[in-house]
């Protein structure tokens, strides 16, 4: 009796593992925070975000262009560490406007530096008009062509054509289809000398499979009163 109650339990333990994996294996494969594990997870779980997100519904579409080997690859990509390191390590050697090419092209990180007009702003130049800008920072990481994750930063600011006069507002926002990935930002307060306009924020990212923190970084945003942007990216 006893021998036929252990066979049991051990049958039941058996089942349980094995539900177990299938659950973590198939809750992976559908995009949830974790591994990559297929290609059809990762469409699947573009497909739920296409919905709403019309980022995700261009992405989606590029995605299914691509021919089954590149698809593959791109899901590889997504599960190393290495890659996403990359995104900003590699950046920070980069000019506004320059890119650099890994793993024999397939993946692309590129560095942007932008100085606009602040949105909703008129301007009527003279000589004592207030000029309303926005510098902002921002890094690319491409898969075949495919936008991945992008990590911007950005400062509001007035000059008024001799010196920053004030900062009235900055931010950051994050562009991330790598599920495997958790990136957190922590803005901190805009400020500004006679010369420039400041804004920092601290980056944080995370393989689910891998622990602690794979990268935290500070990005520094910077604007002027001659219309130019700059920046930086540092090890925290």
């Given at each position: 009796m006893m021998k036929k109650v252990g066979m049991l339990l051990l049958s039941l333990a058996l089942v349980v593992s094995?539900?177990?994996?299938?659950?973590?294996?198939s809750a992976a494969s559908h995009g949830k925070q974790g591994v990559l594990?297929?290609?059809e997870g990762y469409t699947q779980h573009l497909g739920e975000l296409a919905k709403h997100d019309q980022e995700a519904?261009?992405?989606?579409k590029e995605f299914k262009a691509l021919d089954?080997?590149?698809?593959?690859?791109?899901?590889?990509y997504l599960?190393?560490?290495?890659?996403f390191r990359a995104l900003i390590e590699k950046s920070n050697a980069l000019n506004a406007g320059e890119s650099v090419a890994l793993k024999n092209g397939d993946v692309l990180i590129r560095k942007?530096?932008?100085?606009?007009?602040?949105?909703g702003v008129e301007e009527v130049p003279d000589l004592q008009a207030t000029y309303y800008r926005r510098a902002t920072y921002t890094v690319t990481q491409e898969i075949f062509g495919l936008k991945i994750t992008k990590l911007s930063s950005y400062v509001r600011y007035t000059h008024n054509g001799?010196?920053?006069?004030?900062?009235?507002?900055?931010?950051a926002y994050v562009t991330n289809y790598n599920f495997g990935v958790k990136i957190t930002k922590d803005v901190r307060s805009h400020y500004h000398t006679s010369v420039r306009a400041y804004s920092t924020t601290i980056w944080e990212g995370a393989f689910a499979r891998w622990t602690p923190i794979v990268v935290s970084k500070e990005q520094k945003v910077?604007?002027?009163y001659w219309n130019t942007a700059g920046g930086y990216l540092i090890n925290l």
């Open positions: 094995v539900l177990g994996i299938a659950s973590s294996v594990q297929s290609v519904n261009q992405l989606l089954r080997v590149k698809q593959e690859k791109l899901i590889q599960n190393d560490p290495e890659l942007d530096l932008t100085i606009t007009v602040d949105e001799y010196r920053v006069t004030s900062t009235y507002g900055n931010g910077w604007g002027t």
